[in-house]
């Protein structure tokens, strides 16, 4: 500990950091470059792996160039600014060949990576933690590894509309005494910014409150600076580090929409995105080319708002999109509905974990392309009291059976299977939350049941754009008078895209997909790790056709990649 050393740096790491060799040991070494020679300090060591700060730069790399921001190196965003961009093309590159030879023993050619049009300016997303400070509140990103947040009032990484957000709230919270949130003692009312920008800037402020003060004077301060927006209160009171909480109330402001490859989507605090618009346009796009084929039925897994459902339907018969989140579902519905898509997509609520397995079973279980007619009086439930006693998977393949036999001939149609230990399950980019309302007189509010049963309900299309007359989507039971049929296929009809978030499928969904084996697999991935994990089962049946990494996040350690598997001949 506290040795200084002399090293080459002769790597660089899957988190972005130099690595050297150091006495039999390999030393890992944030901000250097390939080839420099550096003096560091080694802070901690075992047997065979040591971590050390750099202290001198004794001969730098030709690929060093001057960080954009005065903070790189104490905020913990960025890991690659010291570094030309072509070079961290390669880097990354490189660390997905390595990383899927380590984790998943698969030997892969090295993948090009679609660039970023802007390597700054090019996030539509920032997360603030926001501390009590000496002198009011403080926002900023955790120093690498830590708690620890590093004030800041800008970053490069974002446009200017940020550093305007970041210096409103700042200044509403100082003027009105509110207060910044104390992790340690609980205590303290701010505890996130949240800022995204689509057609307008919106706001959303995490508190540990049921209530912020002035919160219209806010949304005016806001008004005034940015222009168009909308200012929502996330109310989180528990001891916890999740961002957002259950309940999400929208203070006043213009909806916010995003336009996707001809798609327009409503977007909610709660909404996934991935945070650049022009590589994530490109990637859908290739997505897309990827999906078309010979398969009639889709499953999206972690579909999210539906935009994947929406972008991929045309080259399907049916597709069935799986997501977490029971606001992103309805919103999904809704947008189906809105493109005339409800006769083709339906929406399932609750945990891919269990409902993946489940929809494959029943798909793949049939010997013809398309599924048989249900009995005109089947319904998806008979009574939500009959389920009062349940909780186990076996629900959860009744439900399926009847989703299956039904199908979704009724437009607007989507099936929520709620479960508090299943909606635990959800992680990281998307909230793990049970259920949430995005506004105080939301029809779409609900609260999941004490006894944490499973529920199996629609929300059917009331007119022409699935919505009341205020525009809301509504929950009711299907129609025990319905008649549905869907179409669906064996395993060679079928198509599943997974795009999880960044820790990956849960092992019954990895299991599922190897049992059941469907004629392709497309795989979206923000973490190398965990798709090489994923994949790598998955290769005894299956042949990597595509690999293909989009940098959605210049300046970082961090790659987007996609991999279409297809299922070897028998």
């Known amino acids: 500990m506290n040795q200084d050393i002399l090293v080459d740096i002769i790597n660089i790491g899957a988190n972005g950091e130099g690595v050297a060799k150091y006495d039999g040991r390999t030393v890992f070494i944030p901000y250097t470059c390939v080839g420099?020679?550096?003096?560091?300090?080694?802070?901690?060591?075992?047997?065979?792996?040591?971590?050390?700060?750099?202290?001198?730069?004794?001969?730098?790399?030709?690929?060093?160039?001057?960080?954009?921001?005065?903070?790189?190196?104490?905020?913990?965003?960025?890991?690659?600014?010291?570094?030309?961009?072509?070079?961290?093309?390669?880097?990354?590159?490189?660390?997905?060949?390595n990383t899927f030879r380590k984790v998943g023993n698969i030997d892969i050619d090295m993948p090009t990576v679609v660039p970023s049009p802007c390597q700054y300016h090019y996030r539509n997303k920032l997360v603030l933690p926001i501390v009590q400070g000496d002198n009011g509140i403080e926002m900023g990103f955790f120093a690498q590894g830590t708690h620890k947040v590093i004030p800041l009032s800008s970053c490069p990484l974002h446009g200017q509309w940020a550093t305007d957000v970041i210096d409103v709230v700042r200044q509403f919270a100082n003027q009105y005494g509110i207060s910044g949130y104390d992790e340690c003692s609980g205590k303290g009312v701010l505890r996130h910014l949240v800022v995204r920008k689509t057609n307008n800037i919106s706001v959303t402020l995490v508190i540990n409150s049921d209530q912020l003060p002035h919160s219209q004077q806010l949304l005016a301060m806001l008004t005034e600076r940015v222009g168009e927006c909308n200012l929502y209160l996330s109310i989180n009171t528990k001891r916890n580090n999740v961002v957002l909480g259950e309940k999400c109330i929208m203070v006043g402001g213009t909806p916010s929409t995003v336009d996707i490859l001809g798609y327009n989507f409503n977007v909610s605090p709660y909404s996934f995105l991935q945070v650049n618009d022009a590589v994530r346009d490109y990637m859908y796009s290739t997505v897309r080319q990827l999906s078309e084929g010979s398969a009639i039925t889709l499953i999206d897994a972690y579909s999210g708002v539906g935009a994947t459902s929406c972008l991929l339907a045309s080259g399907y018969s049916h597709v069935y999109g799986i997501e977490i989140v029971k606001q992103a579902t309805i919103d999904a519905d809704c947008l189906a509905s809105k493109y005339g898509l409800s006769h083709k997509i339906t929406n399932l609520n609750g945990d891919c974990r269990m409902l993946l397995p489940q929809l494959l079973e029943r798909l793949v279980g049939s010997d013809d392309v398309s599924r048989p007619t249900a009995q005109p009086n089947a319904t998806i439930i008979d009574s939500i009291d009959s389920m009062n006693s349940c909780n186990s998977q076996d629900n959860v393949a009744q439900s399926i059976d009847c989703i299956v036999a039904r199908g979704s001939s009724v437009t607007g149609n989507t099936t929520c299977i709620n479960n508090d230990d299943l909606i635990k399950h959800s992680a990281l980019d998307?909230?793990?939350?049970?259920?949430?309302?995005?506004?105080?007189?939301?029809?779409?509010?609900?609260?999941?049941?004490?006894?944490?049963?499973?529920?199996?309900?629609?929300?059917?299309?009331?007119?022409?754009?699935?919505?009341?007359?205020?525009?809301?989507?509504?929950?009711?039971?299907?129609?025990?008078?319905?008649?549905?049929?869907?179409?669906?296929?064996?395993?060679?009809?079928?198509?599943?895209?997974?795009?999880?978030?960044?820790?990956?499928?849960?092992?019954?969904?990895?299991?599922?997909?190897?049992?059941?084996?469907?004629?392709?697999?497309?795989?979206?991935?923000?973490?190398?790790?965990?798709?090489?994990?994923?994949?790598?089962?998955?290769?005894?049946?299956?042949?990597?056709?595509?690999?293909?990494?989009?940098?959605?996040?210049?300046?970082?350690?961090?790659?987007?990649?996609?991999?279409?598997?297809?299922?070897?001949?028998?």
């Open 36 to 97: 420099e020679k550096v003096s560091a300090k080694v802070t901690h060591a075992n047997k065979n792996v040591a971590f050390a700060t750099l202290t001198k730069l004794i001969t730098p790399s030709d690929d060093r160039v001057l960080p954009e921001c005065k903070l790189f190196g104490k905020c913990g965003g960025c890991q690659l600014q010291h570094i030309n961009y072509n070079q961290q093309l390669i880097i990354k590159a490189n660390s997905v060949v």
């Open 430 to 570: 998307r909230p793990n939350t049970i259920e949430h309302s995005v506004n105080t007189d939301s029809s779409g509010s609900s609260h999941t049941q004490a006894n944490s049963c499973i529920v199996v309900n629609t929300h059917e299309q009331l007119g022409d754009q699935g919505s009341t007359e205020d525009g809301q989507c509504q929950c009711n039971l299907l129609s025990a008078d319905s008649n549905n049929t869907i179409s669906s296929g064996r395993a060679d009809h079928i198509t599943v895209l997974l795009d999880p978030p960044r820790k990956g499928c849960d092992k019954e969904i990895i299991d599922s997909l190897c049992r059941y084996k469907p004629s392709r697999i497309i795989y979206i991935s923000c973490n190398p790790s965990t798709l090489a994990r994923d994949i790598a089962p998955l290769l005894n049946d299956y042949t990597i056709s595509t690999l293909q990494l989009f940098d959605l996040f210049p300046q970082t350690s961090h790659v987007e990649t996609v991999v279409l598997m297809s299922r070897a001949k028998d």
